[in-house]
């Protein structure tokens, strides 16, 4: 997630695109470009050539004939670029699904599915939706085609190519539980083959600096806590291979077309185990409710379900196996606790749960 966003106006030119680049360090930034008339080749050519060096930025809200200059010249085939939101009428869509954070719609023709976050979710969010999407069907990994963002003032929305016939896993294991074992063992390998992918470490940017930036941004932390997250952080074993960033069995999608990934806004690189402690926390230290609805089952079957996946993905085939794999996940799913409440929302259990695995007395 982007911790920086920067605001030119006017037309830009080269020496107003050397001092955009010129503020990008280590982390990503979003250069938002509502007020933007116009943008010049040599601008063009610092933009291209900065993302050609590494360095790691989006522009999001591309008035149309901005965004076109980056579309003509091939630039956006290599530089992120998110034009302004399009104007939001649902009334060709019905509601077919809901998430923590959006509602899902299919269009009246069944060609897309438009997903509309609450008034909280912030557009430049959406946006990084987008374009973390779109970068990884480019990467070659199977998702579904991004289209169009949209706004009608308060919510922000993306639609996407629908997929006929498709289903999440989860949505599998709640109707048929007799698949458990099945879409579970499928779901493992998937995750198995992501982890040992190399990713462009020049596109997608490093879990440890997402991680780095909330704990960071923590103010229920003191500095000596936040010293020892971070010497934490540190002991990780370093890794340029691909993470989902938001691992769960209902990011994977099942179709005649094959299985595929969707919901992929924290995409990134690093050590896998980073996003495993992601899955850990869904599937083993969740409410109840909050189970029954992300998953349309109980906690129950979820840990079921992690015992399978950590069979498959770790070879814990013992009690004592699961019980080693379990520790070593767990600093990871606190560390993902932290985020989560520093980024969406508080909640007290969370906090104690990631202060005691991360910060034992």
Not at 264 to 273: K, V, W
């Amino acid at each position: 997630m982007p911790e920086k966003v920067q605001k030119p106006a006017g037309k830009i030119g080269a020496q107003e695109a050397e001092a955009l680049l010129s503020a990008i360090e280590s982390s990503h930034i979003d250069f938002d470009f509502s007020d933007v008339t116009d943008i010049n080749f040599a601008a063009l050519r610092c933009f291209l050539d900065a993302r050609r060096a590494g360095k790691r930025f989006a522009i999001v809200n591309a008035p149309d004939a901005v965004a076109e200059k980056f579309e003509d010249t091939g630039v956006s085939c290599i530089v992120s670029v998110s034009r302004k939101p399009k104007s939001l009428d649902m009334s060709k869509y019905e509601v077919f699904g809901e998430s923590f954070l959006s509602k899902a719609y299919n269009s009246e023709d069944g060609d897309a599915m438009i997903k509309v976050y609450g008034p909280h979710f912030p557009a430049r969010m959406v946006a990084q939706e987008k374009a973390m999407a779109r970068a990884v069907m480019l990467f070659g990994l199977p998702t579904p085609l991004v289209g169009t963002l949209y706004s009608d003032g308060q919510s922000n929305a993306l639609d996407f190519e629908r997929i006929p016939g498709k289903r999440s896993f989860s949505r599998i294991i709640s109707e048929e539980p007799e698949r458990l074992e099945e879409i579970t063992m499928r779901f493992a390998a998937m995750c198995k083959q992501l982890h040992s992918t190399p990713c462009d470490t020049s596109i997608f940017p490093d879990r440890t600096d997402v991680y780095r930036g909330v704990v960071a941004r923590c103010d229920r932390l003191s500095d000596a806590e936040k010293a020892r997250i971070f010497a934490f952080i540190d002991s990780v074993p370093k890794a340029t291979t691909c993470l989902h960033g938001d691992l769960q069995i209902s990011n994977v999608i099942s179709s005649p077309r094959g299985d595929m990934w969707i919901d992929l806004s924290d995409f990134s690189y690093g050590n896998p185990m980073l996003d495993i402690g992601m899955w850990y926390f869904l599937s083993k230290l969740n409410p109840e409710e909050r189970v029954q609805h992300l998953f349309h089952m109980g906690n129950a079957q979820m840990s079921q379900i992690w015992d399978v996946f950590a069979r498959e993905y770790f070879g814990a085939d013992t009690p004592e196996a699961l019980a080693e794999a379990e520790k070593r996940v767990q600093p990871f799913a606190a560390l993902h606790m932290i985020y989560l409440c520093v980024n969406y929302w508080y909640e007290p259990g969370l906090f104690e749960y990631a202060h005691s695995v991360l910060l034992p007395e």
